[in-house]
């Protein structure tokens, strides 16, 4: 099984502040990562796939970049929506499309 | 609007059965693979199970091997999971999510279009 970790698990900032989260895999993925914001009481949306595509609809302030094995989100400069948690997922193995913990983005 | 609509979910004991369904609407249905993710109160996500458009191939978590079934009925614009000898630890939001294909030096997916949430409670 391929094991996501996601570092920090939490994350303190303030509005205009460039935050980047990394997801590392347990072997390599090539490029097959996935991003997902999840405010509470929500379903997740998808930000980023291939590690770097923007989904259509999603601020260009959120980029990806990555492969292999390790991946970071960046957002440029946080906006008030951006508190939330996030999630990475590997696609690599379609027997198992594990998902990071998670890092909770909170205000500062 | 595209839009996937859970149902089913309550609350039933541990041992027991539950159906969730998922109705899509706004996309043609059977062109897409589809998707299972649980979260349990509290926790983070869980992909739970797979099935193409055609019902092809279909993938479970080591979790719910041989206790969950996912099926689809593309005429009815529906996807199901069927849950038997259901578990406390099987509690969570059950979402079903539509698969996004695409190629990046090969052929994967990424959950872009996701339900509401349906809530599963296991519990005597």
């Known amino acids: 099984d391929i094991q996501m970790t996601q570092s920090p698990s939490s994350l303190s900032a303030s509005v205009g502040d460039r935050v980047t989260i990394t997801c590392r895999a347990s072997q390599s993925i090539s490029s097959y990562l996935n991003w997902y914001q999840q405010k509470p009481g929500k379903a997740p949306k998808l930000l980023i796939y291939a590690a770097s595509s923007l989904q259509s609809g999603v601020p260009s302030r959120f980029s990806g970049s990555g492969s292999g094995t390790d991946f970071t989100l960046t957002i440029s400069s946080l906006q008030p929506e951006d508190f939330a948690t996030y999630y990475c997922?590997?696609?690599?193995?379609?027997?198992?499309?594990?998902f990071g913990q998670g890092t909770k983005l909170e205000i500062k | 609007e595209v839009q996937l609509v859970e149902s089913g979910g309550g609350l039933v004991k541990p041992g027991g059965s539950l159906r969730l369904s998922c109705a899509a609407s706004g996309f043609t249905f059977s062109s897409y693979s589809m998707n299972w993710v649980r979260q349990a109160p509290g926790k983070g996500l869980e992909w739970v199970s797979s099935?193409?458009?055609?019902?092809?191939?279909?993938y479970y978590a080591d979790s719910v091997k041989g206790r969950f079934t996912i099926s689809r009925d593309n005429a009815k614009n529906s996807l199901y999971l069927q849950m038997n000898s259901l578990r406390a630890e099987d509690t969570a939001v059950y979402y079903c999510?539509?698969?996004?294909?695409?190629?990046?030096?090969?052929?994967?997916?990424?959950?872009?279009?996701w339900g509401q949430g349906t809530m599963v409670t296991v519990s005597s």
């Open positions: 999510a539509r698969s996004l294909a695409y190629y990046s030096s090969g052929w994967s997916h990424a959950f872009d279009i």
């Open positions: 997922q590997q696609s690599y193995s379609t027997l198992m499309y594990s």
């Open positions: 099935i193409s458009s055609s019902s092809s191939y279909i």
